[in-house]
């Protein structure tokens, strides 16, 4: 059974940093990926960023870009975002979602249909 648990969100200053953790559990090799979404209260969720374990390619929206730094430790089987320059329109709860295989088409990697597996989410708020 494939988990996925976040961790790393909190309280920071706009300008500041976090960085963001999603431990996976139950893929059987490295041919998944990892796609982190957030959602803010009352707007839908948001894919910002994701990763191919394979093979390392990344994704960025452009709303992250720059700022948000997404990579991962094969051998703990752990995905990090590093969050950077942080805004308050960055507030909202984090979440890691997994993937068996690539998401090979590049406009679906930000789709939640695409992801099976999901987090629990973790909090972030930035305050102004």
């Known amino acids: 059974e494939v988990q996925l648990v976040e961790s790393g969100g909190g309280l920071v200053q706009a300008g500041g940093s976090l960085r963001l953790s999603c431990a996976a559990s139950g893929f059987t090799s490295d041919n998944y990926a990892i796609t982190w979404f957030r959602q803010a209260p009352g707007k839908e969720r948001e894919g910002i960023s994701y990763?191919?374990?394979?093979?390392?390619?990344?994704l960025y929206a452009d709303s992250v870009k720059g700022r948000f730094t997404i990579s991962s430790d094969n051998a703990k089987n752990t995905v990090y975002l590093q969050m950077d320059s942080l805004k308050p329109e960055d507030t909202a709860v984090y979440y890691c979602a997994g993937a068996k295989g690539s998401v090979v088409v590049v406009t679906l990697r930000f789709s939640p249909h695409e992801y099976k597996f999901w987090g629990q989410g973790t909090q972030v708020t930035v305050s102004s």
């Open positions: 990763i191919d374990m394979s093979n390392g390619r990344t």
